[in-house]
C-alpha cells in the first residue's frame, strides 16, 4: 500500500541487546518523525527529520537512542544496551512539509518488549 | 510548555447513543488541533482537524470545534455504532525547538460501544 510502513511489528529482545528498528515512510514526504508511545499512553515525541537532516532529536531519552535517514526516505530507529523502560510501541510518521496543519501519517508501529 | 488534557476512559455507552470527548489544551501560539483514532491492533488514524478558532473539522458523523476562549476542542458524535469503538486521542501541533511542528498528544480515552 501507499501508507507508512513500520518493521518489525513485535520486537523481543533480552535487556542489553542492540535493537533497530525500521520506518519506511511515504513516497515523497519531506518530513519523518518518531514517537514512542508507553502502555496506556499518548505517543510522545522522540525526533524529527526534514529529509536527511536531524532538525531536532530533543524528545530522545538517553545517548542509547540513535535515528538516521541518510537518504532522506527509509529511517531508522536504533536502541543500544536496552532496558526495560525502553519496551513501548514506537511509531513513525509522515507528512509531506513541517507546517502546523499538515497532518501527520502514522504507521502500525513496532512493539519492543524487553525482558 | 504544551500540553493536551483529555477525560479518562474507558467510556462506555450502547449503540446510537451521543459520545462527547472532552479534550482541553494550554498551548502558546496559535496551534492546530487534531482528533486521532486508534483501532485495536492497527497505528494511529487522522480522524479530523481544525486550524483556527470556531474552526469545525469532521469526518464519518464525528464533529469537534476549535474553542480558543475555552481552549477546548471537545468530540462530539450523534449515535455511535459498535465499529466506533476505539481509542481516541485529541492533540495539538507544538513548536519544537527548531520551529518546526510537533504533534502533542493527550492520554487517549478508550470507548466501549455495546450493541
Known sequence: GAGVSQSPRYKVAKRGQDVALRCDPISGH???FWYQ??????????TYFQNEAQLDKSGLPSDRFFAERPEGSVSTLKIQRTQQEDSAVYLCASSPESGRNQPQHFGDGTRLSIL | GDSVTQMEGPVTLSEEAFLTIN???TATGYPSLFWYVQYPGEGLQLLLKATKADDKGSNKGFEATYRKETTSFHLEKGSVQVSDSAVYFCALSGLGSTGFQKLVFGTGTRLLVSP
Open chain 1, 30 to 32: 519531506v518530513s519523518l
Open chain 2, 23 to 25: 479534550c482541553t489544551y
Open chain 1, 37 to 46: 508511545q508507553a502502555l496506556g499512553q499518548g505517543p510522545e515525541f522522540l
